[in-house]
């Protein structure tokens, strides 16, 4: 499942063909989906958030919950799905009806993935703040100050730590029960903002964008230890990174703001390999030996050999620029996310 422009596919992992569609009144490239028991959520830039069947994409409903759109991923737990908005408000939703059952207002926009665990949920607004709610009632648990924005990254929980990257130039590592600091990770001012942090094997992978302010110097791809906070290694230089890594025991992927999606050796950063896609921000999944990965700038969402990079096959999307970042269903309706979920490992 995939967004490219004002339309969210269906595709077949194995062969590319469209399994159906749905053309909407705004984007879907900014918020990607989730998936329970057939049923597909994603919010879209016209302010809905839609449900649609996962089999046929027959729409089951959809709710208008803003005036000035979501980014947020839409993201389900239980029987509710949790969104932000850039009206500056969290919301849960009904996941059967779509019905309001709380929202939360914040001091700006929240463009961030919400991570759903133990009872509460956890988000970064563009406030500079930290969140933790009940996610039952949407009380507010704690919050932790930054120095600067959460704009896409949305956090991924690992043993009670929660890891985050803010506008500031700082990863943090967050006690998920007390809201304190672990540690933080300083990159030299390079924002984190735009890259959610993929944890795997007790290590924290992320993209850094661009300094803040300036704009005149370009991040890279981090490894970082995610119980002391020390680097590991640092890859790609001056690339600049507004997606977020995927990771396994093998390989880190991840899109450049230059075009190229590169695909590194998991212990070193080596690269593997690498093709010019023009993602445009799409962060990529692997699933089965394949990598998934939209290229809104060639026009073309894409499927990869992960070992060699040999294109598998390729759906063209005509007059979409951008495209959300895909979400992979396994033929045990078992969903594969992308690193821009926050992954939990």
Avoid at 31 to 43: I, L, Q
Avoid at 203 to 216: E, S
Wanted: with cysteine; aromatic share 14%; charged share 10%.
């Amino acid at each position: 499942f995939i967004g490219a422009g004002y339309t969210f596919y269906a595709l077949a992992v194995a062969t590319g063909a469209k399994r159906w569609s749905f053309t909407g009144g705004g984007s879907f490239a900014y918020s990607s989906a989730t998936y329970r028991d057939n049923v597909v959520y994603v919010g879209c830039v016209d302010n809905n958030v839609y449900a649609f069947n996962a089999s046929n994409g027959r729409l089951l409903w959809q709710r208008s919950i803003c005036i000035t759109g979501i980014e947020s991923d839409a993201v389900i737990a239980d029987s509710t799905v949790y969104v932000g908005t850039n009206d500056d408000q969290l919301l849960a939703l009904d996941a059967v009806t779509g019905a309001t059952r709380w929202t939360f207002t914040t001091g700006a926009n929240i463009s961030s993935s919400p991570k759903i665990a133990n009872g509460r949920v956890y988000f970064g607004s563009s406030d500079s703040k930290f969140y933790a709610l009940q996610a039952k009632t949407g009380q507010l648990v704690w919050s932790y100050q930054t120095g600067g924005m959460f704009n896409q990254s949305g956090a991924a929980l690992v043993n009670g730590t929660l890891y985050a990257g803010s506008r500031d130039g700082y990863l943090y590592a967050i006690d998920e029960q007390t809201g304190s600091l672990k540690w933080r990770y300083n990159s030299g001012g390079i924002s984190f903002e735009q890259s959610s942090p993929t944890v795997h094997n007790g290590v924290v992978y992320i993209g850094g964008w661009y300094n803040v302010p300036g704009f005149n110097q370009k991040g890279s791809i981090y490894a970082i230890n995610a119980t002391t906070g020390n680097l590991i290694w640092e890859k790609l230089p001056n690339t600049g990174f507004s997606s977020s890594p995927f990771a396994n025991d093998n390989r880190v992927c991840i899109t450049g703001d230059g075009g190229q999606i590169s695909v590194l050796e998991t212990a070193t950063g080596n690269t593997l390999w690498q093709k010019t896609i023009l993602a445009n921000s799409s962060s990529p999944v692997e699933a089965k030996g394949l990598i998934y990965v939209g290229g809104g700038g060639t026009g073309y969402i894409y499927a990869f050999d992960a070992v060699t990079g040999n294109e598998i096959w390729k759906f063209a999307i005509p007059g979409a620029l951008m495209t959300s970042s895909p979400v992979v269903i396994d033929l045990n309706g078992v969903p594969n996310y992308p690193g821009d979920s926050g992954t939990m490992d």
